[in-house]
């Protein structure tokens, strides 16, 4: 694979703390979309230090944010992900040795923590994510997951109506497209900000389970898109970029 063909998308919002990292961890070959909805120096940070960046200013939520990012990208292959990660030292190696087929749409890629808190947490999850791989089941992260730009496209992007869990769902309707979602343990980023891990590891994980199985069945979905269930700290308005 090559790092020509892959370009980043990130949506931002008061990100100034986060973004530094964030930049030193990005190969200067893989392109940058920014949809920043900040009043810090985000995007000041992120013009100096990529000025080939594309910054897109942009208050909505992060959907919205991420479909905006899809619709920028002009490579084949297109990398969401979030401010307060950071791609492993051996990520852009591992893209590099990737081999994939023509009919895969998606590749998941393993979250970590890049602390010592909460690291049986996220390698669980990460094993998770292996385990339903192996199922065919995409069951990824918004911070880590690699789409096809057409076959997101024709699976119809991101659902503008969900708040929360329309990485996964996004997964799940390439999927349904009739496109293969793989998992690629190599390809790693390392979680810096605990926040919603903090609110509760079984309340994350309920979470992250329990409303992606009623937007798969269709039963109860309807509930899924009116709010976030409380993941985000007010469901109304829509919830912060960046913040993932």
């Known amino acids: 694979m090559r790092l020509q063909d892959l370009t980043v998308v990130v949506p931002t919002k008061d990100e100034a703390d986060n973004i530094g ?127 096809r730009r057409r076959a997101l496209l024709d699976a119809g992007g991101f659902d503008p109506a969900l708040t929360a869990n329309e990485d996964i ?9 009739g496109w293969r979602v793989i998992y690629a343990g190599g390809l790693k980023v390392y979680e810096r900000d605990h926040r919603r891990l903090e609110q509760g590891r079984l309340k994350k994980t309920l979470h992250g389970w329990v409303r992606p199985l009623m937007l798969f069945t269709g039963l109860g979905d309807d509930r899924v898109r009116e709010s976030s269930w409380g993941y985000w700290k007010e469901d109304e308005p829509a919830p912060e970029k960046g913040e993932g």
């Not at 769902?169 to 497209?177: G, T």
């Open 21 to 147: 990292p964030f930049l030193d961890s990005l190969d200067d070959r893989v392109g940058l979309v920014v949809v920043d909805a900040s009043d810090d120096d985000t995007r000041e940070i992120i013009r100096r230090r990529r000025p080939d960046a594309v910054v897109i200013e942009d208050s909505g939520t992060i959907p919205e944010a991420r479909q905006i990012g899809l619709e920028r990208a002009a490579t084949e292959w297109v990398l969401f992900t979030d401010a307060d990660m950071s791609f492993g030292g051996d990520y852009w190696r591992e893209w590099e040795a990737l081999d994939v087929s023509e009919n895969v749409g998606a590749v998941q890629g393993a979250k970590l923590s890049a602390d010592d808190e909460y690291r049986t947490y996220y390698k669980l999850f990460s094993f998770g994510i292996r385990v339903l791989s192996w199922l065919t089941i995409p069951g990824g992260s918004g911070s880590n997951m690699i789409h």
């Open 169 to 177: 769902y996004a997964l799940w309707s390439v999927r349904k497209a």
